[in-house]
């Protein structure tokens, strides 16, 4: 599902009497890797002893991403003997390893790649029947992953992607991710996502917002039910004016409303009396503006949109911000 094309860089290795071909990998982990999903990479029994990555190279032995059973080192390395028994020299258990047991496509609903080269849509890959277009004039920059879709607002909105009608469902959980660049030093109360079903029911975050009863500033997710605020989360750090990609997440439940920047934890509010599902069929619901023509508007970039129907946990949050 992912875009990332690996730049590989051929090494011609001698080993033993003969030699051989050894793609290595000059980029940051794919989504494989970091999951430990997909194939295994090329190694096991060989007339030169086993190969790197042996049996499991995205992590399908759970040990490590450049090793596995059979690296470099295992037993026979030169009289042919298939390595199996040999350990990792690279060391120890990975961050990427397939342990985790999360499969980033499981429970998707809603999942906006904004790869478009050109046109207005932006695919619904879970769903054909809900995709959502920009309004304006959306340009196509580098993403974070492959391409994002890029508005260009001063000081209202010209520019924005409008979602589609009831993207939550009805759930009773969820958990929102996606990637921003925002490329002004300051746009205060520009909101990156904007969801209502009327000014009494809304959820939205703010990456560049100040507080009114603290005049500190900084992120900040908020909700309404019912008239009435249920979640009123402010983060200082990271600051997300400094035209880099930072990665935003909201996991929601029962249990806990819980606002992640770049992978970690920022702030969290215990058994919100308020669920995904109370907010109603919220519309409209937007991208990179707030719900009316006098508020500020988002200028940068956005990319790789998920909704999942589960409150993800911290590590499986963690996990998603490590894919590039």
């Known amino acids: 599902m992912f875009l990332a094309r690996p730049a590989q860089l051929l090494v011609r290795i001698g080993i033993g009497f003969g030699a051989c071909l050894v793609a290595c990998s000059l980029q940051v982990p794919s989504e494989s890797e970091v999951f430990g999903v997909g194939a295994k990479s090329a190694g096991g029994s060989s007339a030169s002893g086993g190969l790197p990555g042996g049996a499991g190279m995205l992590g399908v032995s759970g040990s490590h991403q450049n090793g596995g059973a059979g690296s470099p080192g ?18 120890g258990s990975s961050a990427f390893s397939g342990s985790t047991g999360f499969d980033p496509a499981a429970g998707l ?3 906006f790649t904004f790869d478009e080269p050109i046109g207005s849509v932006a695919a619904n890959a879970e769903d054909s029947n809900k995709n959502a277009k920009c309004i304006g004039t959306c340009t196509r920059p580098d993403g974070q992953i492959g391409q994002a879709f890029g508005v260009r607002n001063d000081s209202g909105p010209s520019d924005w992607i409008e979602l589609p009608v009831g993207i939550f469902g009805g759930r009773a959980a969820l958990t929102l991710s996606v990637w921003l660049r925002d490329r002004s030093s300051s746009r205060a109360a520009a909101p990156l996502f ?3 079903s009327s000014a009494r029911e809304t959820l939205y975050f703010v990456p560049d917002d100040r507080n ?5 500033t900084g992120a900040h997710l908020g909700g309404v039910h019912a008239g009435a605020p249920f ?14 990609w930072h990665h935003v997440a909201i996991s929601w439940s029962a249990a806990s409303i819980e606002l992640y920047l770049d992978g970690k934890s920022v702030g969290r509010a215990s058994s919100p009396t308020v669920l995904p599902s109370q907010l109603g069929s919220t519309s409209p619901n937007y991208l990179g503006r707030g719900p009316d023509n006098t508020t500020p508007a988002i200028f940068g970039e956005i990319d790789d949109l998920r909704i999942y129907d589960r409150a993800l946990s911290a590590a499986q949050v963690a996990l998603l911000y490590k894919v590039r």
Do not use: E, R
């Open 74 to 91: 295992g037993a026979g390395v030169n009289n042919g003997s298939s390595g199996a028994s040999g350990s990792d020299s690279v060391g």
């Open 109 to 111: 609903v809603a999942y």
């Open 194 to 196: 904007h969801f209502s």
């Open 212 to 216: 009114g009863k603290s005049s500190a």
């Open 231 to 244: 979640v009123d989360l402010w983060s200082a750090t990271p600051v997300l004016t400094d035209k880099v």
